[in-house]
């Protein structure tokens, strides 16, 4: 919500969430995995990333999670 890089493991619904353009995922434990990540964002243009998890927030706003919920419950 705040726009930032956002870094999280495959295995916990990451991929729902994280593309290219908004994150990185990696596999829960690979500590090696992780640090090639933390190198990668380290000195880098992160204004891309800001601009799609901004984006990416308004898919989730108390309005639009209304929406889903009367879907679910009308059907």
Do not use: C, M
Request: aromatic share 10%; hydrophobic share 35%; no cysteine.
């Amino acid at each position: 919500a705040r726009g930032k890089v956002v870094i999280s493991t495959r295995p916990e619904g990451g991929e729902y969430l994280i593309s290219d353009e908004n994150g990185f995922l990696y596999d829960f434990g690979n500590l090696k995995e992780l640090e090639e990540i933390l190198k990668k964002i380290i000195n880098k243009d992160l204004s891309k990333y800001h601009e799609a998890n901004i984006k990416k927030t308004k898919d989730f706003t108390w309005d639009q999670i209304v929406l889903l919920l009367e879907k679910v419950y009308s059907n």
